[in-house]
């Protein structure tokens, strides 16, 4: 990790020359706040990744201790399938599998449609009745709490506007878990059938 090193008004005044140790804390700083040095000024949420997606499935892998949750945003989603569920799963071998065996997660939620408690199922679902015709997208943010706590269930919360398959529109916020306590370093987002037809989409880390 790279280190932060205090600069002092004394050294970045008019009469105080430019030298090697000045110039290497200008150039090291800022990658040190952003790894989160002893020292550094702390920024909560770290930009991890972006892109678009067309494809059966959206894998974010690599999760770490170094943050207490992360957070995906996305827009312009849309399904191949009509009518179909938005969901994700969660792993323990960085992607390699998924967890899909029936009563693995929990989640509830709320949205214009009514009240959907305490539901367990094979994926964690986030959003239902997801439509494939243009204007039928959505977007929103999903948030993983402490995946890598071994000694935890990963939870997660989600707040997502949508229009729907019958170009409703829809407001969704929901929750749910992993119904074991383990340590996940991999989530896959997907629907329940066919592919992503087009998401944008950014990650962050997000530090205590």
Not at 35 to 52: C, D, F, L, Q, V
Request: net charge negative; with cysteine.
């Amino acid at each position: 990790m790279t280190s932060y090193v205090t600069i002092p008004n004394t050294d970045v005044d008019a009469e105080s020359p430019i030298d090697v140790d000045l110039a290497t804390a200008w150039r090291d700083n800022p990658i040190a706040i952003t790894e989160g040095s002893a020292g550094a000024p702390k920024i909560p949420w770290i930009y991890i990744s972006t892109g678009t997606v067309a494809a059966a499935s959206l894998d974010i892998t690599d999760l770490t201790t170094d943050y207490r949750a992360y957070a995906l945003v996305f827009d312009d989603l849309t399904p191949v399938t009509d009518s179909v569920s938005f969901s994700l799963r969660t792993s323990t071998d960085n992607g390699s599998t998924f967890t899909s065996t029936a009563a693995s997660y929990g989640h509830s939620r709320c949205d214009t449609a009514g009240l959907v408690t305490g539901v367990s199922d094979t994926a964690l679902q986030l959003l239902a009745g997801a439509g494939n015709v243009t204007g039928e997208i959505a977007g929103g943010i999903v948030y993983i709490l402490n995946p890598m706590d071994s000694g935890g269930r990963t939870r997660v919360l989600s707040n997502i506007n949508y229009v729907d398959a019958t170009s409703t529109n829809r407001h969704v916020s929901g929750g749910g878990n992993r119904a074991a306590a383990e340590a996940n370093d991999a989530i896959r987002f997907f629907f329940s059938t066919g592919n992503i037809a087009s998401m944008n989409y950014s990650f962050y880390g997000i530090r205590a």
